[in-house]
């Protein structure tokens, strides 16, 4: 079972950025693809970014598209979300993701692996 650990949240005003950060246990998340999804109270875990294994292939929600970049290094278990001009409706648990697969997706169901998540909250 693949431990994920995910640092960076907090409290930002509108506008503002931060920067999250991943970490698997196991090497072999290096083989796969990695992402991150949110979600609020009472909704549906929603995708937000996901980058393939070797850091070449980008996906993003359309929400997102424009102001956070996925990254990770080729062969590194690391993945970061940087994420800048930040609205209130980006305020949610951010949960980091390893694939079951190389390649990026934007289905939850394409994940085998999840961390505990971070809050994230930008106030208006």
């Known amino acids: 079972q693949v431990q994920l650990v995910e640092s960076g949240g907090g409290l930002v005003q509108a506008g503002g950025s931060l920067r999250l950060s991943c970490t698997a246990s196991?090497?072999?998340?290096?083989?796969?693809?990695m992402g991150w999804f949110r979600q609020n109270p009472g909704k549906e875990r929603e995708f937000v970014a996901a980058?393939?294994?070797?850091?070449?292939?980008?996906s993003y929600s359309d929400s997102v598209k424009g102001r956070f970049t996925i990254s990770r290094e080729y062969g590194s278990s690391t993945v970061d979300l940087q994420m800048n001009n930040l609205k209130p409706e980006d305020t949610a648990v951010y949960y980091c993701?390893?694939?079951?697969?190389?390649?990026?997706?934007?289905?939850?169901?394409?994940?085998?692996?999840w961390g505990q998540g971070t809050q994230v909250t930008v106030s208006s």
């Open positions: 993701a390893v694939g079951r697969r190389p390649y990026s997706s934007k289905s939850s169901s394409d994940f085998s692996s």
């Open positions: 980058i393939s294994w070797r850091g070449d292939t980008l």
């Open positions: 196991r090497r072999t998340a290096s083989n796969n693809a």
